[in-house]
Nanobody
Framework: QVQLVESGGGLVQAGDSLRLSCTASGHSFNTYHLGWFRQAPGKEREFVASIDRSGAQTYLLDSDKGRFTMSRDDDKNTVYLQMSSLKPEDTGVYFC??????????????????????WGQGTLVTVSS
């Protein structure tokens, strides 16, 4: 199975943009549904975005549409989360996840994160006001 390493986090100001990357080692990257979750201090991990195996379908929270986009580059074994107009409430550790069987369309369901197969170690995003 793949191993995931996130990068791109940092300290930014409200209104800034940031691009997170998640690079996988291993084989068969194109067989994985992929996604991003955020965990704020003292809170549960929550869904941010997901993308299906083909890259044709992405899923975002309605509140983030227009600010966040997710994409994948299977040639580079990498998935991206482009974030713009960042808000202080976007602060948290962003985790990348991968699963071969659980379709990306379901990942937004509450509690679904605990079912996912593979996780990275996370990258911290801090948005100051």
């Amino acid at each position: 199975q793949v191993q995931l390493v996130e990068s791109g986090g940092g300290l930014v100001q409200a209104g800034d943009s940031l691009r997170l990357s998640c690079t996988a080692s291993g084989h068969s990257f194109n067989t994985y549904h992929l996604g991003w979750f955020r965990q704020a201090p003292g809170k549960e991990r929550e869904f941010v975005a997901s993308i299906d195996r083909s890259g044709a379908q992405t899923y975002l929270l309605d509140s983030d549409k227009g600010r966040f986009t997710m994409s994948r580059d299977d040639d580079k074994n990498t998935v991206y989360l482009q974030m713009s107009s960042l808000k202080p409430e976007d602060t948290g550790v962003y985790f990348c996840a991968a699963d071969t069987m659980k379709h990306a369309s379901n990942w937004r369901l509450v509690g679904y994160a605990r079912l996912l197969e593979i996780w990275g170690q996370g990258t911290l995003v801090t948005v100051s006001s």
